[in-house]
């Protein structure tokens, strides 16, 4: 059974330029959140969907924008690329609905390592 | 959202036990604690979830005390494989809350 997948594992990118990562859930998860982790901080919640809708989201600016398809995998797209966006971006997956680590621990995948230039 | 505080470091040798504890002195009813552990370019990885007293798994145990304001990670005779950083998090059962992770204990563990 394959855990949470994240695609591609490394990327990079010049300022300006638009990228978008993606993520595939633990086989039975229906939510999916999206996390930013700066070298030497702890991940940074960017916002959550299920039922292909956006639910939460955190202190990020619009140029973060997601989607959820209907075999609940995720995209996170960000426009107009800023150096400060060079991180890891970990995409986590929960198996109930709308409900991020209650009473059933978050899965992450291994993340997307985005270095912007 | 509760805040949480821990040591940002720690250091042990292989074999001991290590302890790491993490205040939460603004902890809500509803919350539960949960432990993470995240090693180098991976994703964190759940470890133990807890709401009061004693709760143990085969990885570590967690100790809260009846105050809830605080709790401790146990992790029994560490390997140098347990070198990571180990987060503490406050997270409400109550509505749709996303987990808030802060900067986490560094764990190294020496031979």
């Known amino acids: 059974d394959a855990g949470v997948t994240q695609s591609p594992t490394h990327l990079i990118k010049t300022r300006g330029q638009q990228v978008t990562l993606r993520c595939s859930p633990k086989?039975?998860?229906?939510?999916v959140s999206w996390y930013q982790q700066a070298l030497g901080q702890g991940p940074q919640f960017i916002f959550q969907y299920y039922e292909e809708e956006e639910r939460q989201r955190g202190n990020f600016p619009d140029r973060f924008s997601g989607h959820q398809f209907p075999n609940y995998s995720s995209e996170l797209n960000v426009n107009a690329l800023l150096l400060g966006d060079s991180a890891l971006y970990l995409c986590?997956?929960?198996?109930?609905?709308?409900?991020?680590?209650?009473?059933?621990?978050?899965?992450f995948g291994n993340g997307t390592r985005l270095t912007v230039t | 959202l509760a805040k949480t505080t821990q040591p940002i470091s720690m250091d042990s040798y292989e074999g001991q036990e290590v302890n790491i504890t993490c205040s939460h002195n603004n902890i809500a009813t509803n919350d539960y604690i949960t432990w993470y552990q995240q090693f180098p370019s991976q994703g964190p990885r759940f470890i133990i979830q807890?709401?009061?007293t004693k709760v143990t798994n085969e990885v570590a145990s967690l100790f809260i005390p009846a105050d809830r304001k605080s709790s401790t990670l146990s992790l029994p005779r560490v390997s140098l494989s347990d070198t990571a950083v180990y987060y503490c998090?406050?997270?409400?059962?109550?509505?749709?809350?996303?987990?808030?992770f802060g900067k986490g204990t560094r764990l190294s563990v020496i031979a």
């Open positions: 807890g709401y009061k």
């Open positions: 986590a997956s929960s198996p109930v609905r709308g409900r991020v680590g209650i009473n059933s621990p978050l899965h």
């Open positions: 998090l406050v997270a409400s059962n109550s509505g749709n809350t996303p987990l808030v």
């Open positions: 086989s039975g998860h229906d939510t």
